[in-house]
């Protein structure tokens, strides 16, 4: 079930939901989880249903982990999901708040799905680099975008013929 509690997003609202419906997982990006937070402390709504939160869009800091952990004890595993709007999901990190990492969470930004191939290319000649090298993220998978619509000079400048 997916509780939408209005067409806008309304933190007050969602929290409410949370709480009436006893939601279990969550999607959120980082922004509104801490307004999520911040209005929860006036709140006091009981999320203790919630057991997982996904989060994207932007990059979760340890600060803000640190305080999911803290403020949602119910709290089993945060996704956390690196993609942009052309990839859709290609990347996650789940991290088990019990044994949580900073370390390891910092170095990382996650596994690929399983059906999501990837590669780091030197953006000047093309050619795969090597491990722990820089380089430019080049993704493949049935969800990367078939083209931009009704814009085939975008398609050509930003994916190739093997559908990277």
């Avoid at 999607?27 to 402390?41: A, D, G, Q, T």
């Avoid at 999901?81 to 859709?88: G, I, K, P, R």
């Amino acid at each position: 079930t997916l509780v939408l509690p209005s067409f806008k997003l309304d933190v007050h609202e969602t929290l409410k939901s949370i709480e009436k419906y006893k939601c279990t997982s969550a999607f959120f990006i980082p922004k509104v989880l801490i307004n999520l937070l911040n209005e929860n402390k006036k709140l006091a709504c009981d999320l203790s249903s919630l057991q997982f939160l996904l989060v994207g869009g932007q990059h979760i800091n340890n600060d803000l982990v640190m305080r999911v952990k803290n403020e949602l004890k119910s709290l089993i595993g945060l996704f956390i999901v690196f993609a942009s709007t052309e990839l859709n999901g290609v990347s996650y990190y789940v991290l088990a708040l019990n044994s949580y990492s900073p370390d390891v969470y910092n170095s990382c930004v996650g596994k690929p799905y399983p059906f999501v191939e990837c590669k780091i290319v030197n953006p000047v000649n093309g050619q795969i680099q090597p491990l722990n090298v820089e380089g430019e993220l080049f993704i493949r998978s049935p969800t990367v975008t078939p083209g931009y619509w009704n814009d085939p000079e975008m398609t050509l400048k930003n994916k190739d013929n093997n559908g990277w």
